[in-house]
């Protein structure tokens, strides 16, 4: 291990030791991950989304996998903010990495009350999760309306003295433009790519694969698509970006940071191997030092 290679500055006054980064929902608080393996590797967890109040999330089926990745809708089911900071953050804490954590609501106020409850919890930043397309009927109002957007994110500045991160959609043509509203508002920085609308369909039962019918698309399948937006939004705006969707491997994260992330986080390819993340730390290390190439060297952004 080379001290220092993967260091990367995220943000003014964040710096995390590597650009790979935990994707929410996929690897829950890192407590389970953690019994596969050492996740101190890991440059941040970021957390499953938490909010104001306990979800039960969408009935059963709410996985299926594809011929290339995975449809969830797991309907945001989370044990509500009080009983997340009593008994999870403590253990997430725990693992080593710092904590970003991931919050949602489905109001203007729900994403307040839950941005001011956790300012203290000993989190580094947050990302306000906009995107989640198996709530509200998949409308997604704050991440499909430039004028939404930058209202909620608004209010989540207002009370918020951490930096977040706004979790953007790919569902909408609209992507820049909300993108621009998130930054307008005072967003610190955005994650893309959340999960693509998709259906799979039980020909035999007539029925969809989904107790809801319809999910959201994540990994290999949509690499393509997160790196498009990466590119585009990085194109529209100047803030950091965590990019996310697809990524399994060293040569992934590098692709990425070229089209314009200072970042990455791993999600789906966590259901393969748990560790996979910490593998990709490990790998990109062999890779930088191979290629005589340097994180900054890949990541356009100009801090
Ligand atoms: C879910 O809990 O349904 C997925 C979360 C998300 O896509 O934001």
């Known amino acids: 291990m080379r001290a220092g290679l993967l260091r990367t500055s995220l943000l003014p006054g964040l710096t995390l030791a590597n650009p790979v980064l935990s994707a929410s929902g996929c690897y829950n608080h890192g407590v389970e991950g953690a019994r596969f393996g050492d996740v101190k590797r890991l440059g941040a967890l970021v957390t499953k989304t938490v909010t104001p109040r306990p979800r039960a999330g969408n009935p059963p089926p709410r996985l299926w996998e594809t ?10 089911e989370n044990p509500g903010v009080e009983r997340f900071l009593a008994e999870e953050m403590p253990r997430a804490l725990e693992l080593g990495p710092p904590v970003i954590l991931n919050v949602g609501g489905e109001s203007l106020e729900e994403f307040e009350q839950v941005t001011e409850r956790v300012q203290d919890c000993g989190a580094v930043a947050l990302e306000v999760n906009l995107s989640c397309p198996n709530v509200q009927g998949g409308q997604l109002p704050f991440a499909t309306s430039p004028a939404a957007c930058e209202e909620v994110v608004g209010r989540v500045r207002r009370v918020s003295r951490l930096p977040f991160f706004v979790k953007l959609s790919p569902n909408t043509h609209l992507v820049a433009d909300v993108a621009r509203a998130a930054a307008s508002a005072g967003a610190d920085g955005l994650t893309l790519i959340n999960t693509l609308h998709g259906r799979g369909i039980d020909w035999r039962r007539r029925r969809p694969c989904l107790a809801e019918g319809s999910g959201g698309l994540s990994g290999p399948a949509i690499k393509p698509v997160a790196l498009h937006f990466v590119a585009l939004v990085r194109a529209a705006v100047r803030l950091p970006i965590l990019g996310v969707g697809g990524i399994a491997t060293a040569e992934d994260v590098c692709e990425f940071l070229v089209a ?38 890949l990541s356009s952004l100009e801090q």
């Open 67 to 76: 011929s290339a990745g995975m449809l969830n809708s797991i309907g945001l």
């Open 260 to 297: 314009g992330a200072s970042a990455v986080q791993v999600g789906t390819a966590h259901f393969l191997d748990p560790l996979c993340g910490v593998h990709i730390v490990e790998e990109l290390e062999e890779l930088l030092v191979a290629e005589g190439e340097s994180i900054d060297n």
